[in-house]
């Protein structure tokens, strides 16, 4: 996918034409699949990363001398924010942007990061006798569930094809563009 970003970043319009021949699609695709795993695996980042929210912010608030009752003034903001870079993220990996897919699979591992070290952490209070609430061991254990079904479903056939999608009609709009400077060009 690097090589073929660069060819298409510095590619006249024939070079772009020769771009989206290699991407032609075996067989017939459907065009309304093509997002599933990208969008699966968003909403199942973004179910990860709300999972260990509460506890994180109810210890910040604790920690901090805070009143506990205050606690969503730190998760709205949190899972907001979160929501702006991972759909960001995801929309430009859905264009056939390159580095917004990697910087995509760089916010999941920090999100499977996330889950998995509040996992680990609910699991030591377990085991030490701190009993925490049961809902919070069961949000950390689907925390990191989510956390593998987002990885998972961009591990499949279909994102695969949807990313050569994605580069082709990258491929395709650019050199519409092109067209369109060159008739320009033309005219005047």
């Not at 990258?170 to 005047?188: E, G, I, M």
């Given at each position: 996918?690097?090589?073929?970003?660069?060819?298409?970043?510095?590619?006249?319009?024939?070079?772009?034409?020769?771009?989206?021949?290699?991407?032609?699609?075996?067989?017939?695709?459907?065009?309304?699949?093509?997002?599933?795993?990208?969008?699966?695996?968003?909403?199942?980042?973004?179910?990860?990363?709300?999972?260990?929210?509460?506890?994180?912010?109810?210890?910040?608030?604790?920690?901090?001398?805070?009143?506990?009752?205050?606690?969503?003034?730190?998760?709205?903001?949190?899972?907001?924010?979160?929501?702006?870079?991972?759909?960001?993220?995801?929309?430009?990996?859905?264009?056939?942007?390159?580095?917004?897919?990697?910087?995509?699979?760089?916010?999941?591992?920090?999100?499977?990061?996330?889950?998995?070290?509040?996992?680990?952490?609910?699991?030591?209070?377990?085991?030490?006798?701190?009993?925490?609430?049961?809902?919070?061991?069961?949000?950390?254990?689907?925390?990191?569930?989510?956390?593998?079904?987002?990885?998972?479903?961009?591990?499949t056939p279909v994102f695969g094809q949807a990313v050569n999608g994605f580069l082709h009609n990258?491929?395709?709009?650019?050199?519409?563009?092109?067209?369109?400077?060159?008739?320009?060009?033309?005219?005047?």
């Open positions: 996918m690097k090589l073929l970003d660069a060819r298409i970043r510095q590619a006249s319009e024939t070079e772009l034409e020769a771009v989206m021949q290699e991407l032609v699609f075996p067989g017939v695709l459907n065009p309304f699949k093509f997002g599933l795993p990208l969008a699966l695996s968003m909403l199942c980042a973004l179910c990860s990363f709300a999972m260990p929210q509460p506890a994180l912010w109810m210890g910040i608030f604790y920690l901090a001398g805070w009143p506990g009752n205050a606690v969503f003034a730190g998760i709205v903001p949190g899972v907001l924010l979160f929501c702006l870079a991972l759909f960001t993220l995801g929309s430009l990996a859905a264009r056939g942007y390159y580095l917004a897919l990697r910087g995509y699979l760089v916010l999941l591992r920090c999100v499977a990061a996330i889950s998995t070290g509040y996992l680990l952490f609910t699991l030591a209070q377990l085991f030490l006798g701190h009993a925490p609430h049961p809902l919070f061991v069961a949000m950390s254990v689907a925390g990191v569930a989510f956390s593998a079904l987002s990885f998972t479903s961009l591990n990258r491929a395709w709009r650019k050199a519409w563009v092109l067209r369109r400077q060159k008739t320009q060009k033309s005219r005047s």
